[in-house]
């Protein structure tokens, strides 16, 4: 069977082209055409043509060319698919090994081996009426609690996916304090209405107004919501919207239409900022807004949460979900944060919150991590509170003061304190009022 090749290139007349792309000088093949072939005719070992490219003449052999005259060449042709198979190999143990590391890295960041082991408050009880989450709470020194209720979040399940969420009100200073909602007055969609972080504001320069910035994620998007309290409804002033508020979780006011905020993730699909997760990219951040300049601040996050602001003002913490840690960064007059120190609690730190008597700081917090992203109503995930005291120390304390299995609270993300009541939230599931005080005994110090 005979072949033909047509070059792709002039060549130099010092070189000849063999089949298979292959050039070899011409001195090897010195008497070839003679002695194998003619230029049109079949020959004893194949044919040779002398076709014409840019005006040079070229020649061309067939695969049958005698191996003595391309004698460096045989090696090579074995030799590269054999290459290109072993790195091919090597390329595939790498992404395995790679996938592997990250797998268990994963896990031991989702603290799988972890066990609860219970700590009861003195007096605990569910609170009847918040049956489907209560992600954020944010008390006011006045005792009012706001908490935001009915979160849909990615990956996480929804006993109630078709109610929209709603902003709840108690009154810690009564007694037996409860829960109501809070009906939202003024033009907005209250059927999007997908609360998430919150932070309330006493205005004082106007008379002691109270307003409510709230997370909202209507239709998968990102906006931050301003609401006036009027004290037995919410009156919707403003939706704020920003290419840097692409993926929020948390935030902390600081004034009027000025707050910190944190970016949960860096990627907004689905798909993307889950294997962001996965990979534990630290690329989330937390950003500064106000109507006249709005900036990244704080950035190398691993999913940042979160957000609250010391007593004094000066310094902000921030929680990182899968670093187990919270990061505490000194604020300056030009709203700019700069890292002070880490402290490192060892479970996945979700809300935090200030206690402004105390200054200590509590988190609501995940003991086990995949529990809660692999929702099994039997095993469920649990509940952990930490309180920090003495943060800004070298040695701060850091102490339990509730942690359940998932028997009686699921999923805990906030816990914030008045006086010697405590509430606990979660992402789906019921909120908790706790009494600090030992029975017969005075108010917790």
């Keep these: 069977m005979s072949h033909s090749l047509r070059p792709q290139a002039p060549l130099s007349p010092k070189w000849l082209l063999v089949a298979g792309g292959v050039c070899v000088p011409v001195k090897w093949a010195h008497g070839w055409k003679s002695r194998y072939s003619s230029v049109r005719g079949r020959g004893r070992r194949g044919r040779v043509q002398t076709p014409v490219a840019s005006g040079k003449k070229l020649a061309c052999a067939c695969r049958s060319t005698p191996s003595r005259l391309v004698p460096r060449l045989r090696p090579l042709r074995s030799a590269c698919p054999a290459m290109a198979k072993l790195l091919k190999l090597m390329a595939l143990g790498l992404a395995l090994a790679f996938l592997g590391e990250r797998f268990v890295t994963f896990r031991r960041r989702m603290n799988v081996s972890h066990q609860v082991l219970p700590v ?49 009100l108690m009154d810690l200073s009564e007694d037996r304090p409860r829960a109501r909602a809070l009906p939202i007055k003024n ?25 409510l910035y709230v997370v909202n994620h209507p239709r998968g998007m990102s906006t931050v919501e301003i609401f006036e309290f009027q004290g037995d409804a919410l009156l919707h002033l403003k939706t704020i919207t920003h290419e840097l508020l692409s993926s929020v979780n948390d935030i902390v006011v600081l004034g009027q239409e000025r707050f910190y905020a944190t970016n949960d993730h860096y990627f907004t699909g689905h798909f993307l900022s889950q294997l962001e997760l996965f990979l534990d990219l630290q690329w989330t951040n937390v950003v500064y807004y106000s109507p006249d300049e709005v900036k990244e601040v704080a950035s190398g996050l691993g999913f940042a949460n979160g957000i609250a602001l010391s007593p004094d003002r000066k310094h902000v913490y921030v929680a990182a979900v899968t670093a187990h840690s919270i990061h505490v960064m000194e604020r300056h007059d030009d709203w700019r944060l700069t890292p002070q120190k880490v402290l490192h609690v060892g479970t996945l730190v979700d809300n935090l919150s200030v206690d402004p008597a105390t200054g200590d700081v509590w988190a609501g917090c995940h003991p086990n991590g995949m529990k809660l992203l692999a929702y099994d109503p039997a095993d469920p995930p649990g509940s952990e509170v930490l309180r920090i005291r003495n943060i800004l120390s070298p040695r701060p304390a850091v102490s339990t003061v509730y942690a359940n299995n998932g028997s009686v609270l699921q999923g805990s993300t906030v816990a914030a304190v008045h006086g010697h009541k405590m509430l606990v939230g979660t992402v789906f599931h019921k909120a908790l009022c706790c009494d600090l005080r030992a029975p017969g005994g005075p108010p917790r110090k």
């Design 187 to 211: 033009e907005f969609d209250v059927q999007s209405f997908n609360p998430h972080g919150i932070s309330a504001f006493v205005d004082k320069d106007r008379g002691g107004a109270v307003f």
């Design 120 to 168: 009861e408050p003195p007096s605990c009880h569910l609170i009847q009426g918040l049956d489907n989450g209560s992600e954020d709470i944010d008390i006011l020194p006045s005792g009012l609690a706001f908490l935001s209720t009915g979160l849909k979040y990615p990956g996480m399940p929804s006993f109630a996916p078709d109610k929209p969420g709603e902003i709840f």
